[in-house]
């Protein structure tokens, strides 16, 4: 899957969820982590949409467990399912375990997305377009989520998105929390490349999102 354009993945732990978003989604990011018996669900998986595969370990907000190998291991397993056009890799994990997964998803036609979280703040200009950088020379697109306290960081986070999409990198970025909801609405016209929203609200993935309905309607009038 390339990621040349704004894509709408639609964030949940239950691919029978699917045909709700089918009419707004561009694709399902499945969260792995969340679900009970996620390989499974991938094989039985017969949706329209493709699938972006993500097992987000604990020390990066997810629940997929302190063992980094078995996790790393499902996640590269996912990569071969026809359905999934798409993994996520933390970018910490890249050079190193995550490599597996990075190589397992490129040898079957899926893009690789090196994703890094920040729950505390908001880093300074300079240390989120290093972040992005790495992110994107060793990924295909470079995602980061930082939270917000005030206006001045989702200026500062569109401001760098904005200045790499210029550059030809393909970037996914947003500002958790209340101060920066509304970053998920506007990244996409800054170059923001992936927008991330739950089919339901109850069923929010990352603190701020926005339910698809809306984010789909918002994204839609602002382009």
């Given amino acids: 899957m390339e990621f040349d354009s704004f894509t709408l993945a639609a964030s949940t732990a239950d691919l029978d969820a699917e045909p709700r978003a089918r009419d707004r989604a561009d694709l399902v990011e499945f969260r792995m982590d969340l679900a009970a018996a996620p390989l499974d669900a991938l094989d ?4 329209d949409l493709p699938v972006l595969a993500t097992n987000r370990a604990e020390w990066e ?11 790393l291991d ?9 359905a999934v056009a798409a993994v996520d890799v933390e970018l910490e994990s890249l050079p190193g375990a995550g490599d597996r997964v990075a190589e397992r998803a490129r040898a ?3 893009a690789v997305v090196a994703s890094v979280h920040d729950f505390e703040a908001t880093p300074d ?7 992005l950088v790495d ?12 939270t917000a306290e005030s206006r001045s960081d989702v200026l500062d986070l569109l401001s760098v998105t904005d200045a ?3 550059e030809g990198r393909a970037v996914a970025t947003m500002a958790m929390g209340e ?13 923001s490349r992936i927008g991330y929203a739950p089919v339901d609200a109850a069923d929010a993935t990352a603190p701020g999102q926005y339910d698809l309905a809306t984010l789909s309607r918002l994204v839609s009038e602002l382009r």
Avoid: I, N, Q
Avoid at 125 to 131: A, D, G, K, N, Q
Avoid at 135 to 146: H, Q
């Fill in 61 to 71: 907000g997810g629940a997929a467990g302190d063992d980094d190998d078995e996790r």
């Fill in 164 to 166: 790499l999409d210029a």
């Fill in 108 to 110: 079957h036609d899926a």
């Fill in 125 to 131: 200009r300079e240390r989120m377009r290093e972040l």
């Fill in 179 to 191: 101060a920066g909801r509304h970053s998920r609405a506007v990244a996409p016209l800054y170059g």
């Fill in 44 to 47: 039985d998986y017969d949706g």
């Fill in 135 to 146: 992110a994107t020379d060793r990924a295909d697109v470079g995602k980061l989520a930082v």
């Fill in 74 to 82: 499902a996640l590269a397993a996912a990569a071969e399912r026809d």
